[in-house]
């Protein structure tokens, strides 16, 4: 194994509905209401935490229950709006029987649908078909960056398995993504997204046998690729990430070569600036139960190489 930057070799693309739930029975009818239709359910039962687990999880839809939401229900609402993370993902929110006019109005413009509990069999399941097919996380192409969304990249994923073929599956994503925005806010952290989509596009346009390109959310990307292609690609992609974004950074950080961070009690620390870390899954010595697990080995690699600074690139080189 060869090494750049500290690069290291060693779950899945599923759906995820995040859902802030407060009470066992509802959990539970929830998670087995959409079972059928392959989600995984991430309960969560603190409503502050319902906006990070929502970014964190990539997931393809929120739901929310009215009851024991407490007050600061609309105002984190808006939050998941206001946040290019989150805000197209599609939220769904679960109100009591027989909801008054003056329950479901802070909603209105917030939500795209509510169901009204104990809902119906099939019911919750087909509101949010309705939901995500109008829009949101699984549209097909990536609103930002116009570049296949996270359904065509599981598609392509799955048609590559059954196809017998050798590949490569890279997930790239932005490290200290979180800081840039902190200090120059989210529409230059849509740019710096774009540049990271341009390297793709352009390292990816000289690559044989039709790369594919995908765009799944905020800073990660896909790419699936010949094998032998993987590595070299990844590391272009890197390298130019790296030469074009530094024109997004201010005089001062570029001479600093840090961002300057001011924490929550007013310390101010560097840290560096943002570069590419890419987890790598192949069938080349091994093979794959299903699209599922090939989506893991490449969030496994991916997380071994974000342990080193600068951009990294993580292989995976097991046999089983």
Known sequence: MTRRHGDDDRRGDAPVCVAHVVDDETAAAVTAELAPDGYRVSRVT?????????????????????????????????????????????????????????????????????????????ELRTRLAWV?????????????????????????????????????????????????????????????????AAALRRVTADLSEQPFVAHVDGGDFVLICAAEQARPACRDIADMFEADSEQLYDEGERVRGALRVVDRRGHAHDVPFVTVSAGVATNEHRTFAGPHQVADVSREMLAFAKRSTGSSIGVDRRKT
């Open 46 to 122: 603190d409503l502050h935490a319902l906006r990070s687990a929502v970014a964190r999880e990539r997931s393809a839809i929120a739901v929310v229950d009215l009851a024991g939401s407490g007050g600061d229900l609309r105002q984190v609402l808006r939050e998941l709006r206001g946040d290019h993370r989150t805000a197209r993902v599609p939220l769904l929110v679960l109100v009591p029987a027989l909801p008054t006019s003056e329950e479901l109005l802070p909603f209105g413009g917030i939500a795209d649908d509510y169901v009204v509990r104990p809902w119906t069999p099939g």
């Open 132 to 196: 995500v097919r109008r829009g949101g996380d699984l549209s097909p192409m990536a609103a930002l960056t116009g570049l296949p969304g996270s359904a065509l990249a599981r598609e392509e994923l799955t048609r590559r398995l059954s196809s017998g073929e050798t590949f490569a599956y890279c997930r790239l994503d932005l490290d200290g993504f979180a800081a840039f925005n902190e200090v120059y806010g989210y529409g230059r952290g849509d740019q710096l997204i774009l540049v990271l």
